[in-house]
């Protein structure tokens, strides 16, 4: 285990967007995913699944599937067919340029289940949140592990999509999907900017 302290590790996390083409060794992935699985869970349930794509044919599907549906989207918006183009082709040549992503779905399994929308609502979202809590996780293990990472928002917008392209199972909807790499050591994240406590809290 590393000597860094835990605050230490959330000022060293960072989005990094650049990688060494080196691939990730599996183990480390599995790790990662071990780290994320260790975060609090509503009723405890662990109503994730993670996909760990680090084959060039998965990363290229997955990178399909979820370009067409965003130029669908986009095309919908009235955006022109040049900054489509220009839009999905750097999100997919984002995605094809990270050794490994690792998909974070959400299942129904474990959670609970109401008769009424709202609180099957409130269910699913006490999922997402426990889905970013172990997204958080494992994006520290990775920076302590030496290892560069960057959550990608694009399969909450089309988790059947991104599923389908992965052909996972049915109830395996991806939310959350995070690069991640040995880091380029050229890439200089923004500059984080201060933290407006006074802004941002109260005490009652
Ligand atoms: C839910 C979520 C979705 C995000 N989606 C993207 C994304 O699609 N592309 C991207 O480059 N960064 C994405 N990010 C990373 C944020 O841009 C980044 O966390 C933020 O700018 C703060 O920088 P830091 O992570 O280096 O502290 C996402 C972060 C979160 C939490």
């Not at 489509?84 to 340029?97: H, P």
């Not at 997402?128 to 172990?134: E, I, Q, R, V």
């Not at 290892?147 to 988790?159: D, E, G, M, Q």
């Not at 790499?181 to 201060?194: K, L, Q, S, V």
């Amino acid at each position: 285990m590393s000597q860094v302290t835990v605050p230490d590790l959330l000022e060293a996390r960072r989005s990094i967007r650049a990688f060494r083409p080196d691939t990730v060794d599996r183990t480390l992935l599995d790790a990662l995913v071990e780290a994320a699985c260790l975060a609090p869970a509503p009723h405890h349930s662990r109503p994730w699944r993670w996909v760990i794509v680090d084959t060039d044919d998965a990363k290229r599907a997955l990178g399909h599937g979820m370009g067409q549906r965003w130029r669908e989207d986009l095309r919908g918006d009235g955006s022109d067919d040049d900054r489509i183009d220009e839009l999905v082709t750097a999100s997919s040549e984002r995605l094809s340029s990270a050794p490994a992503l690792i998909l974070g779905c959400l299942t129904w399994d474990g959670l609970d289940r109401y008769p009424d929308a709202a609180r099957q609502r409130a269910e699913w979202g006490m999922a997402l949140l426990s889905l970013g809590a172990a997204v958080e996780n494992l994006m520290l293990a990775a920076t302590d592990a030496g290892l560069a990472s960057c959550w990608v928002a694009a399969p909450i917008f089309c988790p059947e999509t991104a599923r389908d392209a992965l052909e996972l199972p049915a109830e395996w909807l991806p939310h959350a999907l995070v690069l991640v790499g040995h880091p380029d050591p050229d890439y200089t994240p923004r500059e984080r900017p201060p933290i407006p406590l006074d802004d941002l809290r109260r005490f009652a």
